[in-house]
């Protein structure tokens, strides 16, 4: 197959880098696909980088004035999408960058709404990744900022010092998929028992369920169903 | 051809049994464990619509006076040993109601957190179906509940025999894939 | 963990171990105390106590009545919620986050759908009278939430009136819910393209019954609370938040409102249409409970008043479709309600069982498969009773999310206990709990 017959999101040149999973056939697990699918293998990556100009005023005036007031702001990569922001900030970079984000005049991301962690298993060297959800009131923008860090060394500074709200977020993301965040007052599990072992929403732990039996007949539980992919 | 034939007119006759099963019945002081959506169908049926004061039964907070526990929501492993302390905090007799499809059964959720029914810790003596059930079912079941009550109090002796009954019957009890019959 | 059972009977034997609920913190925090000689109290309150909403664990340590330090302990009714979706398809979702706040369950949905909307890039594409019915159900959902939180945070400072009252109000309410969706909780109604069904026969009547007995009964709780003196002692100055605080500790919804910001999600990021609505922010200048007190009676009647705007838009827009076009989102089935309860409709199977066989096909991939949703995330925001409720939706292109994770305001505005409570008196705690709303079932999702 040669380049142009290629659809137009695999012609990018670091697609590859961003393909977090791999799926073949038509069924998430499981055999017995007489569908004929079998062979077909996908390749899933998140859509490609965007770079300045974006499509979106807000978008170009938070890059522009954080690139002014943050030179290494431009060597981040950087996602316009759903008509969304998304800035893929290194870890040692984070707290510089999410101060900078709230201090500065022009930019004034006062609260962090929301972290949640995802697990991509897949993507090795960058498993983890927290997901700040920045809202500006004073300009009315949001912003996202993703963080990665490796399953080996699960460690990302935290921002607890420059966003207080942001307490309970790192330890339910630290509680659900064990990523450590430095420098957290205190970071205890929040929503399972102390004692538990493991966290729950990563991809590698199961759901848990058990296998629902009534008079003969076996349903599995959902995570060992055969399903579609 | 008995002794109420012979005793002055204005006089009857029971059990202590009977007279105690009623007694129960009329005053059930309901613990409400509270957990999640039933909690607020169980608000509800406290409120002027449904109005549980009507058969003298006050929604009630304390374990340590009560004597029936509506058990209403999802029951999650770190609620557990909270829900079983309360239950044992409460004196003797005593009855608990699963309210709703996760407290009988886990319900939709199949997973790592939530106690799939909540009869691996408690004897149950009631299961509302529903989710959440509406507050008419619960007044349907705390009413079945009653009947059970009124027509099966056993005491003295004959306690302790049902327990052992009940123990026996528990222990040879075929599994629930074990059990026959048509699936539903 | 401690060797000593007290609960046992006499003549129980010995267990080898005995578990406590309470934790070794617990004891840690008791033992602590035990030999210091002062006057400190330590209290546990909850998981299971009436004023709690819900099975909150508040660790209080006090000198006589003022409280020193409180802890909050969460996740006690952690669900498994989010994980529980990666195994289902993108509409069965819809079921589960229904579960999370079930004081206002259509809030979820709607949060949920709109994010996975954008993900699919049909928000412009949802028809106009699905955008109606949607804001229609939320801002009576918020009627109803409000009423909750009013009734139950009155309930706490001893009215048990105003509970009544309020829950007499929200089966109105809720019955109107119930024609509609048929649930009178957790709902599952608003679906991704759309809304399950359109309005019941007689659903507009039923509609301006529901308006009139609120326009009537409403201002009871005005009558019986705003110069109410207890009301006044208990509220004011009482839990104290201001502007900074509040933004310190990501505080939203009345709270946020109640410190004089105007921040209205619906105004200032405005969804379903909202910017064409007629409708005030409430805000108050007070920091305190009375003000979140006041902004929910307040927001009731904003509400009413964009639940009359939704009404004059039905009437015009009868017999437009409340489904997406895109037959390969949209649900298939055609639901109505029939004597058995809600169901698809005749025509619909009459049409899939003897008229086409490609509907069936049709039908049974787009119902047990799903639909595919692009790859990548989206996070969406909308004005919760409660302040921001956001969700994040991340597909990896399947038919199945690859993660949602759900921000409810509660989970947030319990952080602020601490802030508000410390200094103050014990009495005050649970107006301060009562103040922020918080519903377990979305606090631990």
């Known amino acids: 197959m040669t380049e142009q017959n290629l659809p137009e999101e695999r012609r990018d040149a670091d697609r590859a880098e961003r393909v977090f999973a791999t799926k073949s056939g ?6 017995g696909d007489t569908s004929g699918y079998n062979g077909l293998v996908r390749e899933l990556a998140m859509p490609g980088k965007s770079g300045a100009p974006f499509e979106d005023a807000a978008a170009d005036a938070i890059h522009d004035r954080a690139v002014d007031v943050l030179p290494k702001f431009k060597g981040y990569r950087m996602l316009f999408h759903a008509g969304e922001l998304t800035v893929y900030v290194p870890r040692e970079d984070l707290r510089e960058v999410v101060r900078t984000l709230r201090d500065d005049p022009y930019l004034r991301f006062e609260v962090i709404m929301s972290i949640s962690g995802v697990h991509y298993p897949q993507e090795v060297g960058a498993e983890l990744h927290a997901v700040y959800h920045l809202l500006s009131y004073t300009y009315n923008r949001r912003l996202r900022l993703e963080v990665t860090c490796p399953d080996d060394d699960r460690h990302i500074p935290s921002v607890v010092e420059t966003y207080p709200m942001a307490d309970y977020d790192e330890r339910e993301t630290w509680d659900m998929f064990g990523i450590i965040f430095d420098g957290h007052p205190s970071l205890t599990r929040i929503l399972m028992p102390d004692d538990w072992a493991g966290h729950p929403q990563r991809k590698d732990y199961p759901l848990g369920g058990i296998d629902v039996e009534y008079k003969g007949a076996t349903i599995p539980a959902p995570d060992t169903r055969r399903s579609y992919s | 051809m008995g002794i109420e034939d012979k005793i002055p007119q204005g006089i009857m006759l029971t059990s202590v049994e009977a007279i105690a099963g009623w007694m129960r019945k009329t005053s059930f002081w309901p613990a409400t464990m509270g957990l999640a959506c039933c909690a607020i169908e169980m608000m509800a049926f406290g409120t002027p619509r449904f109005d549980a004061g009507r058969w003298g039964q006050e929604v009630f907070r304390s374990p340590r006076q009560s004597d029936l526990l509506i058990v209403s929501g999802r029951v999650t492993q770190k609620m557990a040993p909270v829900l079983r302390q309360i239950y044992d905090q409460m004196p003797n007799p005593k009855w608990v109601i699963a309210m709703g499809a996760c407290a009988s059964s886990g319900g939709m959720f199949n997973n790592y957190s939530v106690l799939q029914g909540v009869d691996h810790i408690l004897p149950v003596d009631m299961y509302i179906p529903g989710c959440p059930p509406r507050p008419d079912q619960l007044i349907d079941g705390i009413f079945k509940l009653r009947a059970q009550v009124q027509y099966g109090t056993k005491m003295g002796a004959n306690r302790v025999a049902e327990i052992e009954e009940l123990e026996q019957a528990a222990l040879a009890a075929p ?7 048509l699936l539903r | 963990m401690s060797q000593q059972d007290v609960y046992s009977q006499p003549e129980e034997k010995p267990a080898d171990h005995v578990y406590f609920p309470q934790g070794g913190d617990w004891e840690d925090i008791v033992s602590e105390h035990a030999g210091s000689g002062d006057e400190t109290i330590v209290i546990n309150m909850g998981p299971s106590h009436p004023s709690t909403h819900g099975v909150l664990r508040l660790m209080l340590e006090m000198e006589g009545e003022t409280v020193t ?4 302990g969460i996740g006690f009714l952690h669900t498994g919620i989010e994980k529980n979706i990666e195994f289902k398809t993108w509409t069965q979702a819809v079921t589960y986050v229904t579960r999370m706040d079930y004081v206002a369950p259509l809030f979820n949905e709607a949060v949920y759908c709109m994010a996975v909307e954008k993900l699919l890039g049909i928000t412009d594409q949802i028809p106009e009278r699905a955008r109606i019915i949607r ?17 139950t945070g009155a309930l706490e400072i001893g009215s048990t009136t105003v509970m009544s009252i309020a829950f007499r109000e929200r089966e109105m309410i809720l019955d109107f819910l119930e024609a509609l969706t048929g ?9 991704p393209g759309g809304v399950a069904n359109d309005l019941p026969e007689g659903g507009l009547d039923h509609l301006r019954d529901v308006i009139k007995w609120l326009h009537k009964h409403l201002p009871e709780y005005a009558g019986f609370c705003n110069e109410n003196p207890i009301f006044l002692a208990r509220m004011k100055d009482i839990a104290v938040v201001d502007l900074s605080g509040a933004m310190m500790l990501g505080m939203t919804g009345p709270r946020l409102r109640g410190t004089g910001y105007d921040w209205d ?13 007629d409708f005030d922010v409430v805000s108050w200048e007070g920091d305190d409970a009375y003000a979140a007190f006041r902004i929910r009676q307040a927001e009731c009647w904003e509400s009413l008043k964009i ?4 009404l004059e838009r039905l009437e015009k827009t009868q017999g437009q479709p409340v489904m997406v076009a895109d037959k390969k989102i949209a649900w298939p089935a055609q639901l109505s309600l029939g004597p058995d309860g809600q169901g698809n409709s005749n025509e619909h199977i009459k049409h899939i069982m003897t008229g086409s066989m490609e509907a069936l096909i049709h039908h049974f991939k787009l119902v047990t498969e799903g639909f595919d949703v692009p790859v990548g995330q989206a996070y969406m925001a909308i004005e919760s009773p409660k302040g921001e409720l956001g969700c994040h939706v991340v597909s990896d292109g399947g038919p199945k999310p690859y993660r949602v994770h759900v921000r409810d305001p509660g989970f947030h505005h319990i952080q602020s206990i601490p802030y508000m409570c410390e200094g103050g008196m014990m009495s005050d705690v649970v107006v301060a709990l009562a103040s922020i709303d918080p519903v377990l079932g979305g606090v631990d999702r």
């Open chain 2, 175 to 181: 599994a629930k894939i074990e059990q026959k019959g």
């Open chain 3, 183 to 191: 649930l009178r909780m957790n709902h599952a109604f608003i679906r």
């Open chain 3, 265 to 277: 999600l619906r105004k200032t990021q405005p969804y379903c249409d909202y910017e064409t609505y």
């Open chain 3, 135 to 151: 804001v229609l159900v939320m801002e009576l959902n918020r009627i109803a939430s409000h009423l909750v939180a009013m009734g």
């Open chain 3, 307 to 310: 639940v009359e705007q939704c």
């Open chain 3, 69 to 72: 330090s409180i802890r909050p």
């Open chain 1, 26 to 31: 038509m069924w998430s697990r499981g055999s």
